[in-house]
């Protein structure tokens, strides 16, 4: 080989790693941590949009709510995401944050199969977290003590449930888990256990869906009202968001991801309500 081929092949041939690097610097990287009940959809839109957006660099955490919007509001990330609105927090400065609400989530109650029971009054279901009910029998079940599994506390699940069926009070100290998997996985294995979950992961055969006051727990009960037990799913920024940012977001609320891949994962499109609920819980009607 004559030296200035040599010479030529050789700095294409360090060239092609310092393109490639620069390739990579050029993405910009948008970090999104916080609610475990949003992460399967933000994961499944993330990797989506990665297909048509090569130079993308997007990566899901969670954590729960209380790590996204407090680490958002730090700015140690781009995107904190929530079940809970930002100005119910403690410590959370909602003014200096921008809400984009994504997506509506179902929360059940779930329990083992064991346990012998498919439906709770919103009285039982309270007394059993609040400990007043301790074995399954005194709710027509077997007999079997009552294994309360709750979440993490600054979990937005939490706080939604604690709301909404607890009327505020906290539920009894027991064990505590800090993601709606881990949570589904010892239910599903511990006899005499209850929880709750958000409906993307209440798709085990193996865990018992609770009704409640015999409203079954199904996205479509939800828009109406008719089972209450859900929240919105936000994704919040530190102010306006940067361009990359702004572009993803905006992805997650387009029609495709609205319409496609909110309802296959188990969300429910924030166009689809009948109503709104407002930050304390209260709920009217959207007019026509």
Known sequence: MRKSNFVQLLACCLLVPLFLVGCSKNGQKITIVGSSALQPLIEQAGNDYHLAHLNSNIVVQGGGSGTG?????AGAVEVGTSDVFAETQKG???QKLKDYPVAIVGIVPIANK???????????LADIFTGK?????EVGGKNLPIIVINRSRGSGTRSTFEDLILNGKDAINSQEQDSNGS????????????????????NDQNIQKISINHVVPDNKNIPSNKWPLWSYE???TKGKP???????????LSPKVQKEVVPKIGYLSINEMKVVRDSQNKVSKIRN
């Open 234 to 236: 936000h994704m919040y």
């Open 133 to 137: 009910i301790k074995n399954w029998h």
């Open 92 to 94: 959370i400065d909602a």
């Open 69 to 73: 919007l407090s680490q958002v509001q």
């Open 183 to 202: 949570v589904k996985k010892i239910v599903n294995s511990t006899p005499g256990t209850i929880s709750y979950i958000s409906f993307p992961y209440a």
């Open 242 to 252: 940067n361009k990359a940012t702004a572009a993803f977001i905006d992805y997650v």
């Open 114 to 124: 064991a346990v012998g029971i498919k439906n709770l009054s919103k009285k039982q």
